[in-house]
């Protein structure tokens, strides 16, 4: 009999060969078997089964790109720091690793994590739960670049641009960042993810670490820093990756006056083990695993029901505790039960769980 | 309203004409794959109203589209919002790291 993972790769090899104008086969140098969402530019989701670790590793960390991937020389890279500054500074990839190292452990989600489990449907990547990882990101204090540069007082925002650039009339990717987040001391320039240099994929040589905020904020191949006293009014700010104010009806139109800049991420668990629908072991006790993020709050608390929710038990959490970050939790139940989506409260966040602002997932096994 | 409705007929049942949904994959192949592969827009289900928005910012965005028409319909005729969910393949391993 097929494994669920066996059967996987012989669909999915099937589909590729049903899918491939000259795609050529599904092979991403340095990651393990990933879901591809796309391979051209690659979108790779991380299967929830890797997150049995706190650092995910970067051979396992979910891709998510707009363009295609520029290839950088480390060489001839520059990150210029300009517009409404005194000391305008174009700095080389050894001026960076000249300036004091700081080191910060963050999650990172993509905004559009869990949108396949959307009714109706909408567009874009169908990310099942697996658009999210954690990583140690080693590099330089955006506060220390920023007075490096001598920012002004009118500076409101951070413009960022990377060395990918749009196909045909394909905007551009720049992201804006106010001030206040820019000289959050855990906000850098990250040239090390999880002790080796940022790979390729994942921005080569530097890219933005935004911790606790949505993914595209996170610029890779970062090259330039525009101080300004206005946002960008491209496409990938002033109209992507903005979410209603309110909550709207689903699959109703909400009026671009409407929506607001995503910035910190909502507070969101998953399920990793069991897979939803899988077969448990008559008698073997259910150990239940998963992660739990709270953006720009540390998660405190996971609780699992089995009973559809009368009954809230702590699962036990990984011991690192830090805002930004992930942390795994474990629940060890009994045979048989229905198991809800565990609920937990980040710092600022109790009362979530009254205040209905969960999504709630339920994974169910066969026994 | 009844010619409406007539009309409607008409068309899903032009929608469902083979030639067309030919026609329309290979102006997906022409008109799309230059800028980003085809499994960004085969993984999603969506609805005629949104193939329409994403066509119109494609376009905008420089996809030389040429036959709109049939290109919207073989998006609905596959990849529809009243069309099952295939599972997404998975890549070789390609990690340099033992485990």
């Known amino acids: 009999m097929f494994s669920r993972r066996k059967w996987m790769k012989v669909l999915g090899a099937g589909m590729s060969a049903l899918d491939g104008w000259g795609q050529g086969p599904l092979r991403f140098p340095g990651k393990r078997p990933m879901l591809v969402q796309n391979d051209f530019p690659e979108d790779l989701e991380t299967p929830v089964e890797y997150f049995d670790t706190w650092i995910t590793p970067n051979d396992a960390f979910f891709v998510r790109q707009h363009l295609p991937r520029p290839k950088v020389d480390a060489g001839s890279w520059r990150l210029k720091v300009g517009g409404m500054v005194s000391n305008p500074l174009t ?13 910060v452990p963050a999650t990172l989600e993509c ?9 109706p449907k909408v567009p874009g990547l169908q990310w099942s739960k697996g658009a999210i990882g954690n990583a140690e990101w080693r590099g330089v204090r955006m506060a220390d670049l920023l007075k490096r540069a001598g920012a002004g007082a009118g500076a409101k925002y951070g413009n960022f641009n990377g060395a990918d650039n749009g196909v045909a009339k394909t905007p551009d990717f720049i992201r804006s960042i106010p001030m206040r987040k820019l ?49 960008s009014k491209g496409f990938f700010f002033a109209t992507a990756y903005r979410y209603p104010k309110y909550s709207p009806v689903p699959g109703s139109a909400v009026k671009p006056e409407d929506m607001e800049v ?13 897979v939803h629908g899988s077969a448990a072991k008559k008698g073997s006790p259910l150990r239940l695993q998963g992660v739990a993020y709270a953006g720009e709050n540390r998660v405190s ?9 009368s009954k809230w038990i702590d699962a ?23 198991v809800s989506h565990p609920l937990f409260e980040g710092h600022g ?13 339920s994974v169910r096994v066969h026994v | 309203m009844k010619w409406l409705l007539g009309l409607g007929f008409a068309l899903s049942l032009a929608a469902a004409d083979p030639a067309v949904l030919e026609k329309g994959k290979a102006e997906e192949k022409r008109a799309c794959v230059a800028c980003h592969g085809t499994r960004i827009v085969h993984v999603q289900r969506l609805s005629r109203a949104q193939w329409e928005r ?33 599972p997404l393949p998975r890549s070789e391993d390609a990690s340099n790291s033992k485990r």
């Open chain 1, 183 to 231: 000289m959050h001391e855990a906000t850098i320039v990250a040239l090390e993810m999880n002790g080796a240099p940022l790979p390729e994929i994942h921005g080569f040589p530097a890219r933005l670490v935004v911790p606790g905020w949505d993914g595209a904020s996170w610029v890779k191949w970062v090259t330039e820093m525009d101080l300004s006293d206005e946002p």
């Open chain 1, 262 to 274: 995503l910035e910190g991420m909502a507070v969101v668990s998953y399920f990793a083990r069991p």
């Open chain 2, 54 to 86: 994403e066509l119109t910012k494609m376009a905008g965005w420089g996809a030389p589209i040429r036959d709109r028409e049939a290109l919207l319909e073989y998006l609905l005729a596959n990849y529809g919002d009243d069309k099952p969910v295939a």
């Open chain 1, 91 to 103: 700095l080389t990839l050894d001026d960076l690793k000249k300036m004091p190292p700081v080191k």
């Open chain 1, 111 to 119: 905004a559009g994590n869990g949108r396949a489990n959307y009714r």
């Open chain 1, 349 to 361: 966040f109790s009362g979530a769980r009254a205040a209905g602002g969960m999504p709630v997932e």
């Open chain 1, 301 to 309: 608390r996971v609780e699992v029901s089995t009973d559809g929710g």
């Open chain 1, 316 to 338: 036990k959490l990984s011991p690192q505790n830090y805002p930004f970050a992930w942390r795994l939790f474990t629940f060890v139940g009994r045979r048989g039960y229905r």
